[in-house]
Protein backbone atom coordinates (compact mmCIF):
# COMPACT_ATOMS: atom_id res chain seq x y z
CA UNK A 1 0.00 0.00 0.00
CA UNK A 2 1.12 3.52 -1.05
CA UNK A 3 0.38 6.54 0.92
CA UNK A 4 -0.32 9.13 -1.53
CA UNK A 5 -2.62 12.49 -1.25
CA UNK A 6 -3.93 11.53 2.42
CA UNK A 7 -6.44 12.95 4.02
CA UNK A 8 -5.43 12.44 7.74
CA UNK A 9 -7.42 12.75 11.31
CA UNK A 10 -5.88 12.99 14.35
CA UNK A 11 -7.31 12.77 17.82
CA UNK A 12 -5.60 13.92 20.37
CA UNK A 13 -4.18 16.54 18.20
CA UNK A 14 -1.33 17.80 20.26
CA UNK A 15 0.16 14.59 20.63
CA UNK A 16 3.60 14.83 20.22
CA UNK A 17 3.71 10.82 18.62
CA UNK A 18 1.06 11.92 16.66
CA UNK A 19 2.52 15.13 15.43
CA UNK A 20 6.06 13.21 14.59
CA UNK A 21 3.47 10.37 12.76
CA UNK A 22 2.03 13.42 10.43
CA UNK A 23 5.64 14.84 9.59
CA UNK A 24 6.95 11.85 8.38
CA UNK A 25 3.22 11.26 6.07
CA UNK A 26 4.23 14.71 4.72
CA UNK A 27 7.49 14.17 3.64
CA UNK A 28 6.32 10.70 2.17
CA UNK A 29 2.99 12.80 0.56
CA UNK A 30 2.41 14.73 -2.67
CA UNK A 31 -0.41 16.71 -0.30
CA UNK A 32 -1.41 15.91 3.07
CA UNK A 33 -4.54 17.64 4.61
CA UNK A 34 -4.67 17.15 8.18
CA UNK A 35 -7.16 18.17 10.96
CA UNK A 36 -5.89 17.60 14.65
CA UNK A 37 -8.85 17.25 17.13
CA UNK A 38 -8.06 18.08 20.96
CA UNK A 39 -9.29 19.66 23.75
CA UNK A 40 -7.45 22.60 24.22
CA UNK A 41 -8.14 25.32 20.77
CA UNK A 42 -4.74 27.23 22.22
CA UNK A 43 -2.45 24.25 22.02
CA UNK A 44 -4.38 22.95 18.48
CA UNK A 45 -3.32 26.35 17.02
CA UNK A 46 0.09 25.56 18.05
CA UNK A 47 0.49 22.27 16.68
CA UNK A 48 -0.96 23.17 13.62
CA UNK A 49 1.51 25.70 13.21
CA UNK A 50 3.71 23.61 13.96
CA UNK A 51 3.31 21.47 11.46
CA UNK A 52 2.53 24.08 8.54
CA UNK A 53 6.17 25.33 9.53
CA UNK A 54 7.40 21.77 9.23
CA UNK A 55 5.79 22.00 5.38
CA UNK A 56 1.82 20.70 6.07
CA UNK A 57 0.49 23.60 4.15
CA UNK A 58 -3.05 22.13 5.00
CA UNK A 59 -3.93 21.86 8.73
CA UNK A 60 -7.04 22.77 10.38
CA UNK A 61 -8.26 22.05 13.94
CA UNK A 62 -11.57 20.63 15.76
CA UNK A 63 -12.53 21.01 19.37
CA UNK A 64 -13.28 17.15 20.91
CA UNK A 65 -13.11 16.17 24.06
CA UNK A 66 -12.24 12.09 25.05
CA UNK A 67 -13.77 12.71 28.42
CA UNK A 68 -17.58 14.34 26.32
CA UNK A 69 -18.63 11.40 24.93
CA UNK A 70 -22.24 12.78 23.92
CA UNK A 71 -20.26 15.22 21.08
CA UNK A 72 -18.23 12.56 19.86
CA UNK A 73 -19.98 11.57 16.88
CA UNK A 74 -20.55 14.91 15.80
CA UNK A 75 -17.31 16.06 16.06
CA UNK A 76 -16.23 13.34 14.13
CA UNK A 77 -19.03 14.25 11.45
CA UNK A 78 -17.43 17.74 11.66
CA UNK A 79 -13.98 16.15 11.12
CA UNK A 80 -15.14 14.24 8.06
CA UNK A 81 -16.71 17.48 6.29
CA UNK A 82 -13.74 19.44 6.86
CA UNK A 83 -11.58 16.63 4.76
CA UNK A 84 -14.09 15.62 2.28
CA UNK A 85 -13.64 12.22 4.05
CA UNK A 86 -10.93 10.79 6.37
CA UNK A 87 -8.11 7.99 5.24
CA UNK A 88 -6.30 7.82 7.59
CA UNK A 89 -7.62 8.45 11.43
CA UNK A 90 -4.60 8.30 14.18
CA UNK A 91 -6.41 7.44 17.61
CA UNK A 92 -3.71 8.93 20.32
CA UNK A 93 -5.47 10.50 23.47
CA UNK A 94 -4.03 8.91 26.89
CA UNK A 95 -3.22 9.97 29.79
CA UNK A 96 -0.12 8.29 32.15
CA UNK A 97 -1.41 9.38 35.15
CA UNK A 98 -0.21 8.10 39.00
CA UNK A 99 2.53 5.64 38.72
CA UNK A 100 2.22 2.82 41.05
CA UNK A 101 -0.10 -0.30 42.33
CA UNK A 102 -3.30 1.51 44.21
CA UNK A 103 -3.70 4.45 43.41
CA UNK A 104 -3.31 7.39 46.28
CA UNK A 105 -5.73 9.61 43.99
CA UNK A 106 -9.18 6.98 42.78
CA UNK A 107 -10.61 9.84 40.95
CA UNK A 108 -7.24 10.49 38.99
CA UNK A 109 -7.27 6.50 38.23
CA UNK A 110 -10.90 6.64 37.04
CA UNK A 111 -9.87 9.49 35.36
CA UNK A 112 -6.94 7.70 32.93
CA UNK A 113 -9.79 4.64 32.17
CA UNK A 114 -12.11 7.00 31.60
CA UNK A 115 -9.99 9.05 28.74
CA UNK A 116 -8.02 5.59 27.64
CA UNK A 117 -10.52 3.33 27.42
CA UNK A 118 -14.08 4.83 27.19
CA UNK A 119 -13.30 7.56 25.84
CA UNK A 120 -10.81 6.67 23.40
CA UNK A 121 -12.74 3.68 22.56
CA UNK A 122 -15.63 5.94 21.73
CA UNK A 123 -13.87 8.12 19.08
CA UNK A 124 -12.76 4.95 17.67
CA UNK A 125 -15.59 3.20 17.35
CA UNK A 126 -17.60 6.35 15.96
CA UNK A 127 -14.43 6.86 13.79
CA UNK A 128 -14.56 3.21 12.20
CA UNK A 129 -18.26 3.48 11.53
CA UNK A 130 -17.16 6.63 9.54
CA UNK A 131 -14.97 4.98 7.80
CA UNK A 132 -16.51 2.43 6.75
CA UNK A 133 -19.51 4.23 5.46
CA UNK A 134 -18.01 7.06 3.95
CA UNK A 135 -18.43 6.82 0.06
CA UNK A 136 -15.91 4.49 -1.75
CA UNK A 137 -15.66 3.45 2.19
CA UNK A 138 -12.68 2.10 3.78
CA UNK A 139 -9.65 3.55 5.73
CA UNK A 140 -6.86 2.76 8.12
CA UNK A 141 -7.17 3.66 11.83
CA UNK A 142 -3.89 3.79 13.90
CA UNK A 143 -4.68 2.85 17.47
CA UNK A 144 -1.83 4.39 19.84
CA UNK A 145 -1.28 1.42 22.54
CA UNK A 146 1.43 0.58 24.65
CA UNK A 147 3.87 -2.23 25.26
CA UNK A 148 2.09 -1.70 28.85
CA UNK A 149 -1.43 -3.38 26.83
CA UNK A 150 0.94 -6.85 26.92
CA UNK A 151 0.85 -7.05 30.70
CA UNK A 152 0.15 -5.22 33.61
CA UNK A 153 2.83 -3.91 35.40
CA UNK A 154 3.04 -3.01 39.60
CA UNK A 155 4.87 -0.15 38.53
CA UNK A 156 1.96 1.21 36.49
CA UNK A 157 -1.19 -0.46 36.93
CA UNK A 158 -3.72 1.62 36.13
CA UNK A 159 -2.50 2.62 32.93
CA UNK A 160 -1.82 -0.77 31.77
CA UNK A 161 -4.93 -1.98 32.28
CA UNK A 162 -6.20 0.86 30.75
CA UNK A 163 -3.83 0.47 27.46
CA UNK A 164 -5.31 -3.86 27.62
CA UNK A 165 -8.35 -2.48 27.19
CA UNK A 166 -8.06 -0.14 24.19
CA UNK A 167 -5.42 -2.52 22.71
CA UNK A 168 -8.01 -5.58 23.17
CA UNK A 169 -11.18 -3.64 21.49
CA UNK A 170 -8.53 -1.95 18.48
CA UNK A 171 -7.33 -5.74 18.06
CA UNK A 172 -11.01 -7.10 17.91
CA UNK A 173 -12.05 -4.37 15.86
CA UNK A 174 -9.70 -5.17 13.53
CA UNK A 175 -10.98 -8.74 12.90
CA UNK A 176 -14.35 -8.02 13.23
CA UNK A 177 -13.80 -5.53 10.02
CA UNK A 178 -10.75 -7.91 8.31
CA UNK A 179 -13.38 -8.13 5.25
CA UNK A 180 -14.24 -4.86 5.00
CA UNK A 181 -12.16 -1.78 4.00
CA UNK A 182 -11.94 -0.73 6.77
CA UNK A 183 -7.95 -1.75 8.30
CA UNK A 184 -7.14 -0.92 12.29
CA UNK A 185 -3.02 -1.25 13.66
CA UNK A 186 -2.41 -1.11 16.59
CA UNK A 187 1.10 0.34 17.64
CA UNK A 188 2.37 -0.64 20.71
CA UNK A 189 5.55 1.95 21.66
CA UNK A 190 7.56 1.10 24.78
CA UNK A 191 8.83 4.25 26.63
CA UNK A 192 8.97 7.34 24.33
CA UNK A 193 10.43 10.67 24.77
CA UNK A 194 7.73 13.08 24.77
CA UNK A 195 6.05 15.43 27.55
CA UNK A 196 3.96 12.36 28.81
CA UNK A 197 7.38 10.60 30.34
CA UNK A 198 9.31 13.92 31.21
CA UNK A 199 11.06 13.52 34.43
CA UNK A 200 10.51 9.51 34.50
CA UNK A 201 13.52 7.45 34.26
CA UNK A 202 14.27 6.03 30.70
CA UNK A 203 14.69 2.67 30.45
CA UNK A 204 16.84 0.38 27.84
CA UNK A 205 15.06 0.11 24.25
CA UNK A 206 13.63 3.79 25.10
CA UNK A 207 12.65 5.59 21.73
CA UNK A 208 11.84 8.94 20.08
CA UNK A 209 8.27 10.11 18.72
CA UNK A 210 10.53 10.22 15.32
CA UNK A 211 11.45 6.60 15.53
CA UNK A 212 7.77 5.68 16.22
CA UNK A 213 6.71 7.57 13.60
CA UNK A 214 9.15 5.87 10.94
CA UNK A 215 7.69 2.66 12.62
CA UNK A 216 4.33 3.64 11.50
CA UNK A 217 4.53 4.81 8.45
CA UNK A 218 6.53 2.05 7.56
CA UNK A 219 3.77 -0.56 9.02
CA UNK A 220 0.89 1.69 7.37
CA UNK A 221 2.90 1.22 3.69
CA UNK A 222 3.02 -2.51 4.12
CA UNK A 223 -0.36 -3.28 5.70
CA UNK A 224 0.95 -4.14 9.16
CA UNK A 225 -1.92 -5.36 11.65
CA UNK A 226 0.57 -4.35 14.92
CA UNK A 227 3.73 -2.19 15.07
CA UNK A 228 6.52 -2.35 17.86
CA UNK A 229 8.61 0.72 18.48
CA UNK A 230 11.65 0.02 18.52
CA UNK A 231 10.68 -3.89 16.60
CA UNK A 232 12.54 -5.63 19.30
CA UNK A 233 10.03 -4.97 22.04
CA UNK A 234 8.20 -7.81 20.20
CA UNK A 235 10.26 -10.09 21.51
CA UNK A 236 11.46 -8.64 24.72
CA UNK A 237 7.38 -8.40 25.39
CA UNK A 238 6.91 -11.97 24.16
CA UNK A 239 9.76 -12.86 26.96
CA UNK A 240 8.20 -10.96 29.60
CA UNK A 241 4.59 -12.64 28.91
CA UNK A 242 5.81 -15.72 29.83
CA UNK A 243 7.45 -15.15 33.12
CA UNK A 244 6.10 -17.04 35.82
CA UNK A 245 4.17 -14.41 38.18
CA UNK A 246 6.00 -14.46 40.75
CA UNK A 247 9.69 -13.53 38.76
CA UNK A 248 7.37 -10.94 36.79
CA UNK A 249 6.26 -9.10 39.83
CA UNK A 250 9.82 -8.85 40.73
CA UNK A 251 11.12 -7.74 37.84
CA UNK A 252 12.03 -3.84 38.48
CA UNK A 253 9.86 -2.71 35.40
N1 LIG B 1 5.19 8.55 25.61
C1 LIG B 1 5.23 7.23 25.80
O1 LIG B 1 6.17 6.67 26.42
C2 LIG B 1 4.15 6.34 25.22
C3 LIG B 1 4.42 4.96 25.13
C4 LIG B 1 3.43 4.11 24.62
C5 LIG B 1 2.21 4.63 24.21
N2 LIG B 1 1.99 5.97 24.32
C6 LIG B 1 0.68 6.44 23.90
O2 LIG B 1 0.82 7.28 22.77
C7 LIG B 1 -0.23 8.26 22.75
C8 LIG B 1 0.38 9.64 22.57
O3 LIG B 1 1.23 9.92 23.68
P1 LIG B 1 2.37 11.05 23.67
O4 LIG B 1 3.60 10.41 24.23
O5 LIG B 1 2.42 11.72 22.34
O6 LIG B 1 1.86 12.02 24.82
P2 LIG B 1 1.12 13.43 24.76
O7 LIG B 1 1.91 14.37 23.92
O8 LIG B 1 0.86 13.77 26.18
O9 LIG B 1 -0.25 13.09 24.01
C9 LIG B 1 -1.41 12.67 24.67
C10 LIG B 1 -2.58 13.29 23.96
O10 LIG B 1 -3.79 12.91 24.64
C11 LIG B 1 -4.61 14.06 24.73
N3 LIG B 1 -5.63 13.99 25.76
C12 LIG B 1 -5.48 13.70 27.08
N4 LIG B 1 -6.67 13.76 27.68
C13 LIG B 1 -7.59 14.12 26.73
C14 LIG B 1 -8.98 14.35 26.74
N5 LIG B 1 -9.72 14.26 27.85
N6 LIG B 1 -9.59 14.68 25.58
C15 LIG B 1 -8.88 14.78 24.44
N7 LIG B 1 -7.54 14.59 24.37
C16 LIG B 1 -6.92 14.27 25.52
C17 LIG B 1 -3.61 15.18 25.02
O11 LIG B 1 -4.22 16.44 24.85
P3 LIG B 1 -3.77 17.76 25.72
O12 LIG B 1 -2.66 18.39 24.96
O13 LIG B 1 -4.99 18.60 25.72
O14 LIG B 1 -3.36 17.27 27.07
C18 LIG B 1 -2.56 14.83 23.97
O15 LIG B 1 -2.96 15.27 22.70
C19 LIG B 1 -0.99 8.08 24.05
O16 LIG B 1 -2.15 7.29 23.81
C20 LIG B 1 -0.01 7.30 24.93
O17 LIG B 1 -0.70 6.54 25.91
C21 LIG B 1 2.93 6.83 24.79
Known amino acids: VT ?18 IVRELATRERECRVVLAGRDPRALDRAAQELRTAGCARVQTLVVDALERDGHQAALEQAWAQLGGVDVAILAVGLLGERGGLPR ?12 VVGAGSLLLHSARLLRDQPRGG ?12 RARASNVVYGASKAGLDALAQGLADALHDS ?38 GLE ?28 RLPL
Do not use: C, Y
Open 3 to 20: VRDTRVLVLGGTSEIAGA
Open 105 to 116: DIGGALEVLDVN
Open 139 to 150: GTLVVLSSVAAE
Open 181 to 218: DVRVMVVRPGFVHTRMTRGLRAPPLATTPQEVARATVS
Open 222 to 249: RGARTVWAPSAMRWVMIGLRALPRKVFR
